[in-house]
C-alpha cells in the first residue's frame, strides 16, 4: 500500500518536524507528518534552554545558525501563540554559569562571586562566579509541542502517530517513497527528514542516539516564594531549569548506550548529588518525576 497525496511528507514528529510542517501548511502546501514515538524524543525530553553562548559553542556555521535561531525565537513564539491561544512557556530569563574557577583573564560576561550573589543568592561557597548572558533563556519544550501539534492539527497537517520511517526507497538519486512497519509506504511530491536520533537508520550519516536522564523538583510547600529560581544555571556538570509553574529541571547525563530504556538509580543520583552541590537548598525540594530520552 501506497499513501499519496500530500505535496510534503516531513518525517520526524519533533519540534523541528512539525514547525517545518507548519511554516509549509502556512505557505499552502499540503503535509504530513510520521511521527514514530514523540515521548521518547528529544523535543519531550530536553530541557528547553536556548543557550547557544552557555553551551559554550566553538565559533562557527551551527554557532552562527544557533544565534540567529536565538534571534528569531521572540518573534516566532508570538505568531505562535497568536495562531493557537496558548502559551508555549518562553521565559528570556537569561543564563548564568557559575564555574568553581575563576578565568584568568574575566570576559565582559563575567560577573564575579560577590556580584553573583545579587542575580542568584544561595549558590555554592566554591562558585568562584558566573559568565552572565542576559539574551538566553527557555521554553517549556513539552508545551511547545503539544502547541506545534495542535497548530498543525488546526491547519489540516496531517498527523500519522505511531508510524516510524524504517527505511527510503531511492531511484537516481530521489527518495520516491518512504516505508513504514505500520501503515506501509507513503511517497510526496517532496520529502523532509527531521527524524534526530533515528537518522542514521536511513541514510549513512554521522547522527547517533546519546541518552540522557533527567529529573524535576518541585519547590517545597510552604516556600516563602513560588520560584526562588529565576535564571537558568548552567554548571560545569549540571544545569538547572526553573519554570514558572514552581517546577526545577535537572539535566542531564550523556550515556552511550543507544535507545536503552529507563531511567536508573545512578543516572538519578548523578543529578541530584551535582544539583544540590551548586544549590544545595534543593535538598529540601520535593522529587517531582524522573525522565529519559
Known sequence: MVNQGSDVLVVGGGVIGLAIALELRQRGA???????????????????MLA????????????????????LYPTWVSKLEALTGQS???????????????????AEEWLSAA???????????????????????????RLLVQVLRQAALDLDVTLHEGTGAIALQQHQGRVERVCTAEAGDFSADHIVLAPGAWAHE??????????????????????TTPQPLQRVLFGEDIYIV?????RIVLGATSQDVGFAPHNTAGG?????????????????????????G
Open 268 to 292: 538519578v543520583n548523578q543529578l541530584l548529588q551535582n544539583a544540590i552541590a551548586l544549590l544545595p537548598q534543593l535538598a529540601d525540594f520535593t522529587l517531582d518525576e524522573t525522565w529519559w
Open 242 to 246: 526553573p519554570r514558572r509553574d514552581g
Open 115 to 141: 556580584t553573583l550573589s545579587y542575580y542568584q543568592p544561595g549558590l555554592s561557597d566554591q562558585v568562584q562566579g558566573a559568565f552572565w548572558y542576559p539574551d538566553e533563556g527557555q521554553v517549556d519544550n
Open 202 to 223: 536511513l541514510l549513512p550519516l554521522p547522527v547517533f542516539p546519546k541518552k540522557g536522564e533527567m529529573a524535576s523538583l518541585r519547590v517545597p510547600p510552604g516556600a
Open 52 to 71: 547557544p553562548q552557555a553551551e559554550g559553542m566553538v565559533p562557527g556555521p551551527m554557532r552562527d545558525l544557533c544565534l540567529a535561531s536565538l534571534s
Open 88 to 106: 508555549v512557556g518562553y521565559w528570556p530569563c537569561g543564563i548564568l554559569a557559575p564555574r568553581r574557577t575563576a578565568p584568568d583573564r574575566p
Open 30 to 48: 499540503t503535509v504530513a507528518v510520521l511521527s514514530r514515538n514523540f515521548a521518547q524524543a528529544a523535543s519531550h525530553a530536553a530541557a528547553g
